[in-house]
Nanobody, 126 residues
Framework: QLHVEESGGDSVQAGGSLRLSCAASGYTTLPYCMAWFRQAPGKEREGVATIDSDGATTYADAVKGRFTISKDNAKDTQYLQMNNLKPGDSAIYYC????????????????????WGQGTQVTVSS
């Protein structure tokens, strides 16, 4: 099993930056993939970015060029660097992980991924 926990959510003004972190624990010696999803009020959860065990990444079109996903294997921690934030980026951001790779960024259903964090709030004001 894996346990993941996010941190780093905050309130920022449009154009600002934030870095989210997600620490994994459990059977981290096995190869696993990680991802970020987000859910805004009244909207469905959507994929933001994924990173495979070999470091390959995918991004949602809405964040390409502004967000960067990365992973420190020594710390079993993934990061989401978010630059040039927009009010539309406001949401609860969820960390996800699974041993079944790759994670499909287009499938945000809770049943599609085995391990989810509790979420961290990101609020971007105009």
């Amino acid at each position: 099993q894996l346990h993941v926990e996010e941190s780093g959510g905050d309130s920022v003004q449009a154009g600002g930056s934030l870095r989210l972190s997600c620490a994994a624990s459990g059977y981290t010696t096995l190869p696993y993939c990680m991802a970020w999803f987000r859910q805004a009020p009244g909207k469905e959860r959507e994929g933001v970015a994924t990173i495979d065990s070999d470091g390959a990444t995918t991004y949602a079109d809405a964040v390409k060029g502004r967000f960067t996903i990365s992973k420190d294997n020594a710390k079993d921690t993934q990061y989401l660097q978010m630059n040039n934030l927009k009010p539309g980026d406001s949401a609860i951001y969820y960390c996800a992980a699974d041993f079944a790779c790759p994670i499909d960024i287009d499938d945000a259903s809770e049943n599609s991924i085995n391990y989810w964090g509790q979420g961290t709030q990101v609020t971007v004001s105009s």
